[in-house]
């Protein structure tokens, strides 16, 4: 995935949305959009503590599936604002937002981008870019995790390092081989249950003190292990 350098495009129009599981659409503004997030108002409120399974409507025909995730929200008189971070998409689905422009705005495709200005404040543009940094660069930290090596059956402890929503870096005394599958348990700070995932050792190398650092590839972007991480 890239990061997001382009501002949105402003489209203020409304639109319908539907959460997975529920049978209803719900109308709402749309403000802007781009291929990587877009920002909403509506009466309701969206769970916020969850990765989001929705599909937008933005007119007759254009409809588009995405996982999502609330970066930011504010209540503006009686209506929810919301930023929202697609996470993942399909390429079929690029292309419903793509066309979308296409017909309505071609002229913010040519602007590298939509390079449009945006009516987003500078406080929720920082927290936008502030998660996207967290999902996309890997942020200290200083956990400890429990690790059961898969291939070789070895259960072992380690220190987390850094982390993003699609890795680990690790401390630990034992070496783990590279292409290893492993199982792991992090103790977060918040002092809840451990947090569970899954990934593959793509590297590990002996250090000046003895110990091994190694980098685990997540199976699939941990957007609630971030979440808890790194707090709202």
């Given at each position: 995935m890239e990061r997001r350098r382009a501002s949105r495009w402003q489209i203020n129009r409304k639109i319908k949305i539907r959460l997975e599981g529920t049978k209803k659409d719900t109308v709402c503004i749309i403000h802007?959009?781009?291929?990587?997030?877009?920002?909403?108002?509506?009466?309701?409120?969206l769970p916020q503590d969850r990765p989001l399974k929705i599909t937008i409507s933005l007119s007759e025909g254009a409809a588009f599936e995405a996982e999502?995730?609330?970066?930011?929200?504010?209540?503006v008189m009686d209506r929810n604002v919301y930023g929202i971070y697609f996470n993942r998409m399909k390429d079929p689905d690029r292309a419903v937002i793509n066309n979308f422009m296409q017909r309505n705005a071609p002229e913010f495709l040519?602007?590298?981008?939509?390079?449009?200005?945006?009516?987003?404040?500078?406080?929720?543009?920082?927290?936008?870019?502030?998660?996207?940094?967290?999902?996309f660069e890997r942020i200290p930290v200083n956990l400890?995790?429990?690790?059961?090596?898969?291939?070789?059956?070895?259960?072992l402890e380690a220190t987390a390092?850094?982390?993003?929503?699609?890795?680990?870096g690790i401390v630990g005394?034992?070496?783990?081989?590279?292409?290893?599958r492993v199982e792991l348990w992090l103790n977060m700070a918040d002092k809840n249950e451990p947090f569970y995932s899954r990934g593959t050792v793509v590297w590990s190398r002996p250090q000046e003190t003895g110990e091994y650092r190694g980098g685990i590839s997540l199976e699939k972007a941990e957007f609630m292990g971030l979440h808890r991480i790194f707090g709202r």
């Open positions: 802007d959009l781009n291929f990587n997030g877009a920002r909403i108002s509506l009466k309701k409120k999502a995730w609330v970066v930011w929200h504010k209540e040519s602007k590298s981008r939509w390079q449009a200005a945006s009516e987003i404040s500078e406080q929720e543009r920082g927290k936008e870019e502030m998660l996207e940094r967290r999902v400890p995790v429990r690790l059961i090596d898969v291939d070789s059956n070895r259960e390092c850094d982390a993003s929503a699609k890795g680990l005394n034992v070496y783990l081989e590279s292409g290893n």
